[in-house]
């Protein structure tokens, strides 16, 4: 296919030539790859200047933490135990021909469950109303303020359509 024995030689020595310098940028390639090593930046910082200090934390949060406090044993209590058979109200209710699982009413068609009370907080002034939202047992922190700020929402709505 060359035209002659020296285009042929030429070929030959070039291709070489060009193996050679293919197998020595290869080889180059994989030596960067070897001295690419993890460095943990943040780790460094952190030996320098120390670790960062806590964030402040939120009050809103802490009044909302404060406030399930303060309800959790009342909750904890009411449903864990029954109202007993020496209750002043049980009795009363007995006497009159009521039995335990029956409703109130003349067809027995009333409330079986028990009454919930509810705390309106003493430390909030003269008319203050109660929130759109009370947050139910369990229920984290964030999914509390999200439903909050939707029933503040809807109330601004109705608000505003009302007008």
């Known amino acids: 296919q060359l035209g002659s024995a020296e285009a042929l030689t030429k070929h030959a020595k ?3 030539l ?7 940028r290869k080889k180059k390639k994989s030596d960067v790859k070897e001295k690419i090593v993890y460095r943990d930046r943040a780790k460094e910082r952190r030996m320098k200047y120390g670790d960062p200090e806590e964030p402040q934390p939120s009050k809103l949060k802490e009044k909302y933490l404060k406030s399930r406090e303060m309800e959790m044993p009342m909750a904890t ?3 864990s135990e029954p109202i007993g ?3 002043v109200g049980n009795r009363l209710l007995q006497k009159m021909g009521w039995t335990e699982g029956q409703g109130l009413g003349k067809q027995n068609q009333g409330r079986t469950t028990i009454i919930q009370a509810e705390q309106h907080s003493s430390t909030v002034g003269l008319g203050n109303k109660l929130p759109g939202y009370t947050a139910l047992a369990g229920e984290s922190y964030k999914d509390c303020v999200k439903k909050m700020m939707y029933a ?3 109330e ?6 009302s007008n």
């Open 18 to 24: 060009h193996k050679q310098n293919l197998e020595a």
């Open 14 to 16: 070039l291709s070489t």
């Open 85 to 87: 058979s020496e209750n």
């Open 77 to 79: 209590s009411s449903v």
């Open 156 to 161: 601004l709505t109705e608000k505003e359509n």
């Open 152 to 154: 503040r929402y809807q």
